[in-house]
């Protein structure tokens, strides 16, 4: 009876050996040669993100003829990538297997056909192609065939990530992916807008040979980004920002045509100014910049004010909400070196109450109590189309430029503004500071004035009417 159980629980442990070693990959004697799925390409839309599935690619392929051997025990589908990487980073560009062991069913008919490759790199190209190979029973083992030759290679770009973040009243900061192709960085076109819908907004063009140390566009290695300093026209507004790959290889036939769009605001401007002084406290006017005022039909528009403290980690409170765009507030002496004020916009639908921007934080940076004018940057040149009957325009042989007069927070003309214009036939040499020359250089409070500059003659003047006014040039 010993000697029975003895054998019995060698034959068992023999028979778990066996069942869980690995199938033998061999020549497989008497079966053909396994053929590779054919016609391998990226499905229509087939490149996305999502949080469940990172980066991916939906392929989709055929069958060919005898694509099942006759007498073997299943078929399955290998899908290889192989990347192109950035070359100050140490990605591998080996051909490497991605997903595997897909398994065939050959009834009713061969599926799947399409199969959808998760958790790739964002804004990098990869080759992809897929493989077949089957089982077979020998004897009571089961061997596996060598893999077929590789189906047809696709070149696919992935999405590219993209963020934008506030820098400034007058400033925004993009970043995203760095693309490399196998013949070098690719280029992009940059849209900005203050609506979603990119209505006639002109792109702006990245060269790779804008891209670098001393250039518009920076490159951020560790992470693989490109990052660039946007100036915007207003603070406290909402920008919408997407970027398009400039793709021309003839090789890289599947890419994403646009990144997704994303939105931020400008910070909005804001000040103090001193009122009075006692040895209790000085009492300040706190003033911003109003947000959004042309939407003022739809929307209903709050301030919160937050007061923080820089010398604690607890998070500012909230110490008043109001409708306009000033409050008074009293400071302990020595505060104003450590307490600063934080205004947030709430802007609200009026039909449903709900946000007009969801997700999107309007507000102001960091505000110290400090008894200044005007604020850290001057506006951005806002061109205007027609004011009292003067219009911006273009002929042969002369030039009519408006723009909007720039204003202090207060909403008074900032007269100590001066403006820098530079005369030049190629949009290229703008990025170029050896290249653009001398500007020629007017003061908003010298009024009307002629400057000369080479061959070329520039009146600057400002025009009003009662609805407003902008300063002009023509030349």
Not at 108 to 124: D, N
Request: with cysteine; charged share 25%; hydrophobic share 35%.
């Amino acid at each position: 009876m010993k000697f029975f159980n003895k054998l019995l629980c060698i034959l068992l442990t023999t028979i778990i050996l066996f069942a869980e070693l690995p199938c033998a990959v061999v020549h497989a004697a008497g079966y053909d040669p396994q053929k590779p799925p054919e016609k391998l390409r990226v499905a229509e839309g087939g490149i996305g993100y999502n949080q469940y599935e990172g980066y991916y690619v939906d392929l989709e392929w055929e069958y060919p003829s005898g694509f099942i051997i006759p007498g073997t025990s299943g078929t399955y589908l290998n899908f290889y990538t192989q990347e192109v990487p950035k070359p100050y980073q140490s990605s591998s560009s080996v051909r490497m297997l991605k997903e595997g062991g897909i398994k065939v069913d050959a009834s009713p008919a061969l599926s799947p056909t399409s199969h959808r490759l998760k958790t790739l790199k964002s804004g990098t190209v990869y080759y992809i192609d897929a493989t077949a190979y089957y089982r077979y029973f020998d004897g009571d083992i089961i061997r596996q065939s060598n893999e077929s030759q590789p189906s047809n290679k696709i070149k696919v770009l992935t999405d590219i990530d993209i963020n934008v973040i506030s820098q400034g009243p007058y400033q925004i900061k993009i970043v995203w992916d760095d693309v490399w192709n196998s013949n070098g960085r690719i280029g992009y076109k940059l849209y900005v807008s203050d609506s979603d819908k990119f209505s006639y907004v002109p792109s702006r063009y990245i060269d790779p040979s804008s891209i670098g140390p001393g250039k518009p566009v920076q490159v951020n290695q560790a992470d693989g980004k490109l990052e660039y300093i946007h100036t915007v026209s207003e603070p406290g507004k909402v920008y919408f920002v997407k970027i398009e790959p400039d793709i021309t290889d003839p090789e890289l036939l599947y890419y994403p045509q646009t990144s997704r769009t994303v939105a931020v605001s400008s910070f909005i401007l804001a000040r103090g100014t001193k009122i009075s002084s006692s040895s209790e406290g000085t009492r300040w006017r706190l003033d911003w910049s109003p947000v959004y005022a042309g939407l003022s039909d739809i929307v209903d528009i709050k301030y919160e004010i937050y007061r923080g403290d820089m010398r604690t980690t607890e998070l500012p409170g909230r110490i008043q909400t109001v409708s306009g765009n000033s409050i008074s507030v009293i400071l302990k002496p020595g505060e104003e070196e450590y307490i600063y004020f934080i205004i947030r916009a709430i802007v609200t639908r009026k039909d449903n109450g709900q946000p007009y921007y969801p997700g999107i934080r309007i507000e102001s940076d960091r505000v110290m109590m400090k008894d200044y004018e005007v604020g850290a940057y001057p506006p951005m040149p806002e061109y205007v189309q027609e004011i009292a009957e003067v219009k911006s325009e273009v002929t042969h042989n002369s030039a009519v430029v408006l723009w909007r007069m720039p204003e202090k927070v207060t909403g008074e003309i900032d007269y100590d503004t001066s403006y820098d214009v530079w005369l030049v036939t190629d949009p290229n040499v703008l990025n170029d500071d050896d290249k653009l020359g001398q500007p020629v250089s007017w003061n908003l409070g010298d009024g009307a004035e002629s400057r000369t500059s080479g061959r070329f003659t520039f009146n600057f003047d400002i025009v009003r009417n009662s609805s407003g006014s902008a300063a002009g040039i023509s030349c």
